[in-house]
Structure formats: structure tokens, C-alpha cells
């Protein structure tokens, strides 16, 4: 069956998205999109802070960067600052940007070993221009000073989820996708295959497919209400369940860091993400160990200034579909699954979603092996960020509380118990294929909360001599004098995107 009608069920930033980026199908191709929201039915909304491959999704739509931070009210983020996580007091920047560059071949963080056994004292941080930049609350961009004895600048965004759901909205309408206002009702199937043939909305209005995208948030309406996939629950390690969100004013008329801040509290973290025009601020928790009144008292005493909402209590379950692809339905966003937003994936794994989409997807019609290799490929890219995020609330030295007890005492996965004790044994950090989180996310998060290298990778020590000395003090001092001309954060967005009035 060919494919000339694809239905996106939801909007929000998943729906949006998936009909911006389809969008470009229509160009050469007799397809119809349409898209069906309803006013009545709230998104989430929380996922406001992302990571660098979304700054590449926007490239891809051809989208002006500052125009669409303008319409989102949006800034620019270096990296997350961990605040509690090792313990209380503890403070580090997970940067975009790795730590310094490979000399031999071998990993930055082998040499730094090797320098710092020798009595160098500099911290690793000091060779990324994403943190120093950070701490100091200042931004450019590489196009900005375009000289080659200097590093890049990795930067994702914060932005604001609605309005920038808004704004894919009009990007995906002036390029034919239609959008249809209504609830749905009831899904019919089809007989002898299964597949979902139709939504029926509220009025009685029949839409017909032939490829549908849920984007229906956390209830999958029709990947699980109608298709009955199944769900992998992986709440024994990622025990959070509850959300409060609060967005609030920064009243002291400080500028935006350029940092998402996570701040961990007594069962759960809260996050802040600056925009131009307010910070998005909530506290992720476990409601075995934290009531939602506790929860969100912890929130109000810990934000920049006034709320500017009623909170949003949210409720989930951390895991994943056991099939994204399942017959003709592909679930992206909250009707995949959901991790939480502590590295900020959730707007990411849209995305990626709709990179495989695109890639897979013939309108001849859909076959078993691309819904094979989707749901293969996708399932592998949730099982190592699972991974990645089970090591924040793993590797602690907290022992203040119940919660922290158990997340710290738990069984985790084989898969990360061993990239740990490789790591522990000689620094090795190995990427399993195309996963996201690169050697320097990794050793940030490890050396972050406590987890030490007891050597380096031999090969390092025959790299300490004059010369790889040499070119190490240049590697700081140019990211120095980098930092030093920068314009603060603030600034930056004032000249380059001011935001457009709410």
C-alpha cells in the first residue's frame, strides 16, 4: 500500500516537529500531511532546554537562527551545571565541547591524568571552552571570531516549548501541512492486517491514513490505547515518577546564564532553564519518598523570583515502548517513552525519531525491515541513554536520605557496571556505536561524582615532553583569551536575538 496520507496525531513540540521536518516530503511527491490537535487538551511542555544535534535540526529546516530565538524567547546553552549530585556541596559542568583534543591518538583525559601524577594542578576544566565560558556567563558563536588557533563553540538552546511548537507550526502549514482542530473519539482498524485505518474525531469527522505518527503524550493513544504494544518499565532505575513544573520571573534583572542548572535535593532534582524572558523551572521526584506538597515547597523556596503559573503536577513512568514502530503507527516524544529530563533527551529523541523516519521511510508503502531496524536502532539509543542517566543518580556518596540510599546501593544495568569499571581501571572510555554522549560527557559525569581514574592509558606517558607540554599551556591559553573576549551572555542576546514580546 502506498503512502499518500500521513496523519500526525498530537501536536505540541512532537507533533510539530515530525510536520515540519515531513513537510519536505510534499516537495516532488503527491502526499498529504495533516496534523490533529486540540485546544482542550494541554501539552506537557516541560522539555525546554536542549542539546547541540538540535541546533543541526534547525540547520537541516533551513531555519534562521536568530529569527526563530527571537520568536522563542530563547538563549543559548553551554552545558548543565550538577549541583548536590556526588554529594552536597558539589558542583560541575557537563560541557558540550569535549576536554582539549587527542594528542597520539589518546584521549585528552589520559594526559591530564598523566600531567596532574606529575604535580600539574590545573583542573581538567580549564582545557573546555564550553565551561570556562560557562562560569564566567559569556557566549559567541565560532562564526563570530572564525580564526583556526581557536576552539569551536558547541551550544544547544533554552527555549520556550510552546512557542516554539507555534512557530514549527506556521514554518509547517506555509509548506501544505493541514491542520485539523478535535478530539479523537475512536480508532478504527483494519480487519485482516491490523493496521489503524482511520481516527474518528468528536464531530463525527472520519480521517483516514495510511501512515499515522503518534505524538498523543504519555496515554499513547494509538500506539498503546488502540495497538496494545506493551511498555518496558525501568523504574527500579530511574525511580523518579512525579513532576512539578513552575515558571517564574528572574527579579534580580540578572542575564541568563548560558547553563541549564540541575539541583539536586532529598528525592528527586529540580532544574532551571533561563530564557530571555523567565526561567522554566521544576522539581522531578519519587513519590515513594516525597509528597506532592513537600515537592513542590522545595520548588517555590528554590526559584529566581515570583511564579508566573499555577504549578503543573505532572505523573509518568520511566521506560520505553516495547515496539516505536508497530504496524503503520510511529510513536515519537512522550508516546515513546520517557527518561526524565535530566540530560535534556527528551526533545532530542524527537528528533532522532524523525532523523530515522526519514531515513527508513519509502511511500511505496512500510515493510517488516524498516520497522525492524527503527525500533532496533532506536531501542539501542534508549538503552544507552538510560545507561548514562542511571550513572548520575548511581554514582553518589549521598547517604542523606532514603532515596538517595536506595538509588545508590541498586543493581544497575551490566552495560554500565562495566563502562564504569573500565573507567575506574585505566580511564578507558569506549562509545558503543553512534551513541550520543561522547568520552567527554562520560568522564565529566564520572570525575563530576566521584568516580577517579587509578591510571591512565600507558600510552600517555611517552606523549609528557617538552613539546606536548607546550602545546598544552597553548591549549588553555587560547581558550583563555577566547573567554576574555567574549561578550556576556546577556549582551549577546540583546544584539543578536532579542526576544519578540509574548
Not at 353 to 381: H, P, Y
Request: glycine share 10%; with cysteine; aromatic share 10%.
Amino acid at each position: 500500500m502506498t503512502i499518500q496520507q500521513i496523519i500526525i496525531v498530537g501536536g505540541g513540540t512532537a507533533g510539530w516537529m515530525a510536520a515540519a521536518a515531513l513537510s519536505r516530503l510534499k516537495t516532488g511527491n503527491e502526499l498529504g500531511i495533516t496534523l490533529i490537535e486540540s485546544e482542550a487538551i494541554g501539552t506537557v511542555g516541560v522539555g525546554e532546554a536542549t542539546i547541540p544535534p538540535f541546533v543541526e535540526f534547525n540547520q537541516l529546516l533551513e531555519i534562521d537562527e536568530s529569527e526563530m530565538l527571537a520568536e522563542v524567547g530563547g538563549s543559548f546553552k553551554l552545558g548543565i551545571q550538577f549541583e548536590n549530585w556526588g554529594k552536597v556541596g558539589d558542583s560541575y559542568i557537563h560541557p558540550f565541547g569535549a576536554y582539549g583534543y587527542p594528542i597520539g591518538g589518546i584521549g585528552f583525559h589520559h594526559i591530564w591524568h598523566k600531567l596532574a601524577k606529575g604535580g600539574d594542578n590545573r583542573p581538567i576544566q580549564v582545557f573546555n571552552l564550553e565551561t570556562m565560558a560557562a562560569y564566567f556567563g559569556k557566549f559567541a558563536r565560532t562564526q563570530d571570531y572564525q580564526r583556526e588557533d581557536l576552539p569551536p563553540v558547541n551550544y544547544a538552546y533554552h527555549l520556550d516549548a510552546g512557542r516554539y511548537a507555534a512557530f514549527l507550526r506556521k514554518y509547517a502549514e506555509a509548506r501544505g501541512v493541514v491542520r485539523r482542530e478535535g478530539r479523537i473519539a475512536d480508532v478504527q482498524l483494519e480487519g485482516e492486517s491490523g493496521n489503524v485505518a482511520s481516527v474518528e474525531l468528536e464531530d463525527g469527522t472520519i480521517m483516514a491514513g495510511d501512515l499515522f505518527i503518534d505524538c498523543s503524550g504519555f496515554r499513547g493513544l494509538l500506539i498503546e490505547q488502540a495497538l496494545e504494544t506493551g511498555y518496558e518499565d525501568w523504574t527500579r532505575w530511574l525511580p523518579c515518577n512525579r513532576a512539578v513544573a513552575l515558571p517564574c520571573l528572574r527579579e534580580d534583572g540578572s542575564p541568563p546564564p548560558p547553563f541549564t542548572r540541575a539541583t539536586a535535593h532529598r528525592a528527586g532534582w529540580q532544574w532551571q532553564v533561563p530564557l530571555q524572558h523567565r526561567n522554566g523551572n521544576g522539581h522531578v521526584y519519587c513519590s515513594e519518598f516525597m509528597e506532592d506538597d513537600e515537592a513542590h515547597d522545595i520548588l517555590v523556596g528554590n526559584i529566581a523570583g515570583k511564579p508566573q503559573a499555577d504549578p503543573n503536577f505532572l505523573r509518568f513512568v520511566t521506560g520505553r515502548r516495547k515496539k516505536f514502530w508497530n504496524r503503520n503507527v510511529v510513536a515519537l516524544g512522550l508516546a515513546a517513552g520517557f527518561m526524565e529530563p535530566l540530560e535534556s533527551t527528551s526533545i532530542h529523541l524527537i528528533n532522532t525519531g524523525i532523523d530515522k523516519l526519514l531515513s527508513l521511510l519509502s511511500l511505496e508503502g512500510v515493510t517488516q525491515a524498516q520497522q525492524d531496524t527503527f525500533n532496533r536502532l532506536t531501542g539501542r539509543e534508549y538503552a544507552r541513554i538510560r545507561d548514562f542517566l542511571i550513572l548520575h543518580y548511581n554514582a553518589t556518596s549521598r547517604d542523606d536520605s532514603d532515596f538517595w540510599n536506595y538509588v545508590r546501593t541498586m543493581q544497575v544495568p551490566d552495560t554500565l557496571t562495566e563502562k564504569v569499571e573500565v573507567f575506574k581501571g585505566n580511564g578507558q572510555i569506549f562509545r558503543e556505536e553512534d551513541e550520543l554522549f561522547t568520552e567527554t560527557s562520560w568522564a565529566a559525569v564520572m570525575m563530576g561524582q566521584g568516580i577517579s581514574m587509578a591510571a591512565h592509558n600507558p600510552m600517555a606517558d611517552s606523549l609528557i615532553n617538552a613539546k606536548t607540554r607546550k602545546e598544552i599551556d597553548e591549549m588553555e591559553q587560547s581558550i583563555r583569551f577566547l573567554v576574555q573576549h567574549m561578550p556576556g551572555h546577556g549582551d549577546y542576546l540583546a544584539r543578536y536575538c532579542p526576544a519578540k514580546a509574548a
